[in-house]
């Protein structure tokens, strides 16, 4: 998907797609949690993943979508708006995108429908700006779709990741987009609910979370305001927590905080020499865990400074270790050939690999066919933690589940 954040807010002619505020809603569980997370990141550029640009071709295209079932614009302008949003990509990619966007529109069409039988003049705002700065100072986000039916907002939002199931239950982005919708409609309905769903299509994920108006404008006075302060002036405390890694924190590989929380297992160090209690056996190998996961973020950090040019004191890049791979099978064979060597000399029969007869043959006529022939033989050994979902290796019910009593 080569299409940049811009160019999709271009091809698409919406003017309330915004960048991000610098106390982004989507980024709120961050500077809730460690308000100086919002200057450290300042000093890391912006990259956009593909999974970042997946979700803004959905959200575009479940935009165009909806507003061209509301009639808020032309049928040739959405065609014309969507064979440009689509152009890049693959048909695969474009029929997942299809399906979802689908799915989507008619789940928001269904909550609408409904608003509109409590109240026939509910509204619908689609991808609106909704600015909460009164509580935090330039704050404002994208809500993707709000429904006003007078006592109650409803926000949803659509999420096309398919990495983390998003949890609407106390979702401080979408309570912030909440705060924004009681801007637009607090003053002039009595509001008294505000509602929020996640729509997560390719988790097959609807989650919802309702919370009475004032609890929701008590949370912005009370919890909001203190930490949104501290973090646009760049003070505050620096908290390692799971935001950390689900906020996709740019400061991660240089954060102190972040070092110390996956560097605990050097406590050991100062230990008074005896031996390992099982207790602490276990805490080695969980924070010896932590520590190699961080490193190996720390390894490519420094490895893509260092192509972008940055000298770091002691350190060097070298070319790695390669094989030797030969230019071109023809001439190899020729050459072989020539020399006087048979083919069966340098020719191996194969059989193809089960995922390439899968192709091959389909997943039905494969599971016809060669299915009395695939066994699945016991994996190796390894290491869990005792919630994991498998059975454990060497449990009695396992080591007797073939005798007969
Ligand atoms: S990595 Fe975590 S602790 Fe460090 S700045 Fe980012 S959010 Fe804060």
Redesign the pocket.
């Known amino acids: 998907m080569g299409k940049t954040y811009k160019n999709i807010k271009k091809i698409c002619g919406v003017e309330n797609m915004s960048e991000h505020a610098r106390l982004s809603a989507s980024s709120s569980k961050?500077w809730l949690?460690?308000p100086?997370?919002v200057t450290?990141?300042g000093y890391f550029e912006d990259e956009e993943s593909t999974y970042a640009k997946e979700g803004t071709i959905a959200h575009a295209l479940g935009e165009l979508k909806l507003k061209v079932d509301l009639g808020r614009i032309t049928r040739s302008d959405y065609c014309f708006k969507k064979e440009n949003l689509l152009k890049d990509l693959t048909k695969e990619e474009e029929k997942e995108l299809e399906n979802y966007t689908g799915d989507y529109v008619e789940f928001v069409t269904e909550t609408y429908n409904k608003a509109l039988i409590n109240c026939e003049e509910a509204e619908i705002l689609i991808e609106e700006r909704l600015d909460y700065s009164k509580y935090a100072k330039e704050g404002f986000g994208t809500g993707d779709v709000v429904i006003c039916d007078y006592d109650s907002i409803e926000i949803i939002d659509l999420k096309y990741g398919k990495g983390v199931k998003v949890d609407a239950f106390e979702n401080s982005q979408l309570m912030l987009y909440g705060l924004g919708a009681l801007e637009i409609y607090g003053d002039l309905f009595d509001i008294k609910t505000v509602k929020m769903t996640v729509f997560q299509p390719r988790l097959d994920n609807i989650s919802t979370y309702e919370i009475a108006t004032q609890d929701l404008l008590k949370w912005g006075k009370e919890v909001v305001f203190d930490k949104a302060e501290q973090a646009f002036d760049g003070i505050g405390d620096?908290?390692?927590?799971s935001?950390?890694d689900e906020?996709f924190?740019k400061?991660?590989p240089l954060?102190k905080?972040?070092t110390k929380h996956h560097t605990q297992v050097s406590k050991y160090k100062s230990m008074h020499p005896s031996l390992l209690t099982d207790e602490e056996l276990v805490d080695i190998y969980d924070l010896a865990l932590s520590y190699d996961k961080w490193i190996k973020s720390i390894k490519s950090y420094i490895l893509q400074e260092m192509l972008n040019g940055k000298k770091l004191p002691g350190l060097k890049l070298v070319e790695g270790r390669s094989n030797k791979t030969f230019t071109n099978e023809e001439d190899i064979i020729k050459a072989l050939k020539d020399n006087g060597y048979k083919k069966s000399d340098y020719i191996v029969e194969k059989i193809i690999s089960i995922t390439d007869a899968e192709k091959l043959l389909g997943k039905a006529k494969f599971e016809e066919i060669l299915s009395p022939f695939i066994i699945k033989p016991p994996g190796a050994p390894t290491i869990a933690k005792i919630e994991d979902k498998r059975p454990e290796y060497n449990s009695p019910e396992l080591d007797f589940k073939d005798i007969e009593v």
């Open positions: 961050k949690n460690c100086l997370s450290l990141e620096c908290n390692y927590g935001h950390c906020g924190c400061a991660k954060c905080a972040y």
